[in-house]
């Protein structure tokens, strides 16, 4: 399903009274994750008669949903996770929404939604940033966090692609993810759940596939340990995910280290965090590769010191290490149990970017355009 429409214009309607600067910056001075929200949100509809349509910038509100609309009966529904970043020199500028933009339409191609065009998605976080940058922190490791989501909301109870949907863009800022410090969790390979399969969802970002994973993640949390680590669904051997993470293995150290990460089959989610950190890693010398890893091999390389380090990243924590690994077969350590040295040295590198503190040399940032004062 693709839009009809490529380009529309955006309404533009402010709240009334904006929030006191002090109070603003009360808020942000610990904001948390996902607990407070900025006080605009972007909506645009879609139906199979007009494409897109309506698109506006209007006061952060609740929904009024019918209690037959499609997507709390059958989940139709896409979304995305990015950052905006205060500047060095004060401005505001979003990470690779170019790439956030391409994988919504690719979400919502594989849950039968309409594609919304890179153009939109692209001018519904001007929109949003032009009305409440204030709100993106200054504060070291603090951010704004960008939520675009669709979902269908024609009201009906028949099984069929939705022939109206919603587009909405929110955000909120964000906190440090790691308060006291980068650190390095212990996993729990899940043998008996699957996050995904061949010909599955699990290269969409999509809500059920976290729902799915939540039983698995209690699990992990009864043996002891931080997270879940996804095996395939055939085998429940070969590494694919940890969590809603992608996951990185380094071999060897210095500048003779090899990084490698568990290649796209259409089972994981093609990360943009995991595809800066292939970029990001070459650029430092690194060989860099994309292959599969069995928990066997995984367990035998730490035993013989071959595999020094092992991180997962995504858009939230940018790299959280990984220290150590429970089953039911057994458990061993990563390394030294630390925050590895090509772990952190990458962190590093991606953060100074997208904090404008390193020069852009891929043009990863997309500039808000406002002004550089908040």
């Known amino acids: 399903m693709s839009s009809r429409t490529s380009t529309i214009k955006f309404a533009v309607s402010q709240i009334p009274e904006r929030l006191p600067a002090a109070e603003r910056e009360r808020r942000l ?27 506006e910038l209007k006061p952060y509100a ?72 204030g709100w993106v922190p200054s504060a070291a490791e603090h951010s704004l966090y960008l939520r675009p989501l669709m979902f269908a909301s024609e009201v009906s109870l028949s099984v069929h692609p939705s022939s109206e949907v919603t587009f909405l863009l929110i955000a909120s800022p964000s906190g440090s993810y790691f308060p006291r410090g980068v650190k390095p969790v212990t996993v729990w390979l899940s043998e008996e759940f699957s996050r995904a399969a061949p010909g599955g969802t699990g290269a969409a970002k999509t809500g059920g596939n976290y729902a799915g994973g939540l039983l698995a993640q209690a699990e992990a949390a009864e043996q002891g340990c931080d997270q879940v680590v996804w095996l395939d669904s055939t085998e429940h051997r070969w590494v694919e995910e940890m969590g809603g993470m992608n996951l990185f293995f380094v071999f060897g150290s210095g500048s003779d280290a090899r990084l490698m990460t568990p290649a796209l089959t259409g089972t994981l989610l093609p990360g943009i965090t995991r595809d800066s950190l292939l970029v990001l890693g070459r650029d430092l010398g690194y060989a860099v590769e994309e292959g599969r890893i069995s928990v066997e091999d995984w367990r035998a390389a730490c035993e013989d010191g071959s595999l020094t380090e092992v991180f997962a990243c995504g858009t939230a924590a940018v790299i959280t290490p990984v220290a150590a690994v429970k089953s039911a077969r057994g458990a061993w350590k ?18 100074d970017i997208q904090r404008g503190t390193a020069p852009d040399r891929h043009g990863w940032l997309h500039p808000a355009r406002v002004s550089s004062k908040s």
């Open 62 to 133: 609740p929904l009024s949903l019918d209690p037959g609309t499609s997507v709390l009966h059958y989940a139709q529904a896409v979304f995305e996770g990015l950052k905006a970043f205060r500047q060095a020199d004060g401005g505001v500028a979003a990470f690779r929404a170019d790439a956030h933009a391409a994988r919504f339409r690719n979400s919502a191609r594989r849950l039968a939604l309409p594609e919304l065009p890179d153009e939109t998605f692209l001018e519904a976080i001007d929109v949003l940033l032009a009305a409440d940058h």
């Open 334 to 351: 990563v390394g030294d149990g630390g925050a590895g040295e090509v772990s952190m040295r990458l962190r590093k590198e991606l953060v």
């Open 29 to 55: 001075a610990n904001p948390g994750f996902g607990r407070i929200f900025t006080e605009h949100m972007v909506r645009i509809h879609w139906d199979s008669e007009h494409g897109w349509h309506d698109a």
